[in-house]
C-alpha cells in the first residue's frame, strides 16, 4: 500500500518546531528594539550636549531649553543649566528594567555608567 501526504504526528513535529523559532526570534526582536532605543537616546544627548558646548561658546551660559526631539520612543528635557553646569535627562517611554531606561548627562558626567559603553 502507497501512502502519501504527512501524518499527524509530523504535523505536530513541524509545529513545534516553528514555535520554538518564532519564540527565539521574538526575544532577539525585543532585545534588539531595546538597543536600539538606547543607542537613540545617546545620539540625542551627545547632540544635545555639543549643542551646550556651541551655546556657552556663544554666550558664556548655558541653554536652558534646547532645540526639541521629536522620538516617540523616549523624551528629553532640560533638568538645570546655568553659567558653570547643565542636566539634559532622556527618559524611555517603555520601562525595560535594564536601568538604562532613563540617561542623565551633564557637563562633567554621563550617568548611568554602564548605559554609556
Known sequence: ???????????????????????????????????????AMRAALIHLEAEQANQLLLTQTYATSMP????????????????????IKATSATDTGSGCDELTITSTSRQPDKCWK
Open 1 to 39: 500500500m502507497k501512502t502519501t501526504g504527512m501524518t499527524v504526528i509530523e504535523l505536530v513535529i513541524v509545529l513545534a518546531i516553528c514555535g520554538i523559532l518564532a519564540a527565539i526570534g521574538s526575544a532577539s526582536y525585543s532585545s534588539q528594539r531595546h538597543t536600539q532605543r538606547l543607542y
Open 68 to 87: 526639541s526631539v521629536n522620538d516617540k520612543r523616549f523624551s528629553i528635557r532640560v533638568m538645570n543649566a546655568d553659567s558653570r553646569d547643565f542636566t
